[in-house]
């Protein structure tokens, strides 16, 4: 996790039992499959900004991957292809040896320390994508989750939708979609808790053929956003 407090793989190892490693791993299996690859072509190159475990960049079809984290673990996603830089989100680009389609972050800015660190994130973002490339956020949102958003030692920023609107228009960007509850908060959540009496793939994909139960459930914000043809940043 780029940008965090440091100690990530101590963090890491204590925060999901082993059941719920495999409830997360269970989810993205289905998320990646039945919505995110939908967004995705094959033919395109994909960044996964803290990439983490690699749960989403293992998964997903693409032409070219890469994971940025700053975390030693994450080298193991080389085993699977995936081109590994451990650099910090606020200056990732410099590191990339191309420009991408898609940048997709999960869990992620509510990590960095400030949001002036958040901006130069999203700042670099423009950097790093094509003219019409994406940032695809997957992002727990304070609104919907409460007091609960302080539980994590390494949570600093707290967003809603609506700060992560401003925050990314402001950086260059024009939202395309904006889901303000989307999925529950953790593994450890309506998900988790469910998918100990049911099989997490088939709950997780009827949650997701079942969008008017989200308002009930969604504590976690969806954003797609588009790099301007006629950015600012170069």
């Not at 996964?48 to 475990?53: I, N, P, Q």
């Not at 956020?137 to 920023?157: E, K, M, S, T």
């Not at 309506?190 to 308002?215: D, Q």
């Amino acid at each position: 996790m780029s940008e965090g407090i440091g100690r990530e793989e101590e963090i890491y190892t204590s925060r999901f039992s082993t059941d719920q490693d495999k409830a997360r791993e269970d989810t993205w299996d289905v998320l990646v499959t039945d919505y995110f690859q939908k967004l995705i072509t094959q033919d395109q190159v994909v960044c996964d900004l803290g990439a983490g475990d690699g749960l989403f960049i293992t998964k997903i079809k693409c032409k070219k991957r890469y994971a940025v984290d700053l975390s030693p673990h994450v080298k193991k996603l080389e085993e699977k292809g995936i081109t590994v830089l451990l650099v910090p989100g606020t200056n990732f680009s410099s590191a990339l040896p191309e420009l991408v389609d898609v940048i997709f972050m999960s869990n992620f800015l509510e990590h960095m320390p400030d949001k002036s660190t958040l901006l130069k994130v999203l700042d670099d973002c423009l950097r790093a994508l094509k003219p019409g490339g994406r940032v695809i956020i997957l992002q727990p949102n304070i609104r919907y989750v409460g007091p609960a958003y302080w539980d994590y030692i390494d949570h600093h920023v707290a967003l809603t939708e609506h700060s992560l609107r401003e925050a990314l228009e402001i950086s260059g960007f024009t939202i395309t979609k904006m889901v303000p509850q989307f999925l529950p908060y953790t593994a450890k959540s309506t998900i988790g808790v469910i998918s100990s009496m049911l099989p997490t793939k088939s709950l997780v994909r009827a949650y997701l053929n079942m969008p008017f139960v989200w308002k009930f459930f969604g504590a976690q914000t969806l954003v797609i956003a588009t790099k301007s043809k006629e950015s600012k940043i170069s």
